[in-house]
């Protein structure tokens, strides 16, 4: 594996279907390895359903030794009940990364909507459409589960956002360069 080869573990965190997506890096290249579900609806239990998300999580890391993990953050709903599992479940995959040693982003659902369709308003149809046209996934590796695409999804925008150019001294904009160096940047 050279300096510029990567593999980055994507997931789209679910307390029924958690979806998750795997490619692998090559310079400005990025292709899909697989994408898959952990179906936890057999599981009566919510503390049984984070044990098995940490165990499945675990053994994807060991499988396919990714260097990041790219993580979708929860949607605020009206559900608090909701959310609160909908964390736990989150939590459970990052403690599994982190177990691992593997170095994590979250992005917020709009962001990644956003990086693969240019719409952080998108459908999961859409997002997976543009993901199978972008990586020129065949019919046959799709999958029923639109949670599989949204975990791709996440990996991939992992890629498309680590792989910008950044401003320097950190900064993610000029516009935010500026605000930072005031004491350097003359006329504006």
């Known amino acids: 594996m050279d300096s510029t080869e990567r593999i980055i573990l994507g997931i789209d965190p679910g307390t029924n279907i958690m979806g998750y997506g795997i490619i692998k890096v090559s310079g400005r290249k990025a292709e899909m390895v697989t994408m898959g579900v952990i ?12 044990g098995h998300i940490f165990e499945r999580i675990t053994s994807i890391i060991e499988g396919y030794l990714p260097d990041e993990v790219a993580i979708e953050a929860p949607f605020f709903g009206k559900n608090v009940q909701s959310m609160l599992k ?27 909507k956003m990086a693969i369709t240019g719409n952080g308003s998108a459908s999961k ?45 950190g900064a993610k904009s000029w516009k935010d360069f500026v605000r930072k160096n005031k004491d350097k940047v003359h006329g504006l």
Do not use: N
């Open 39 to 50: 179906d936890l609806r057999k599981f009566a239990d919510h503390y049984l359903k984070l």
């Open 86 to 112: 909908l964390g736990r479940a989150q939590g459970v995959a990052m403690a599994a990364a982190i177990s691992r040693q593997v170095p994590i982003t979250e992005y917020a659902p709009m962001q990644i």
């Open 125 to 169: 149809e859409q997002v997976a459409f543009m993901l199978r046209q972008m990586m020129k996934i065949p019919d046959e590796a799709m999958l029923p589960w639109l949670d599989a695409t949204d975990g791709l999804a996440a990996a991939y925008c992992h890629f498309i956002e680590s792989s910008r150019p950044t401003v320097a001294g």
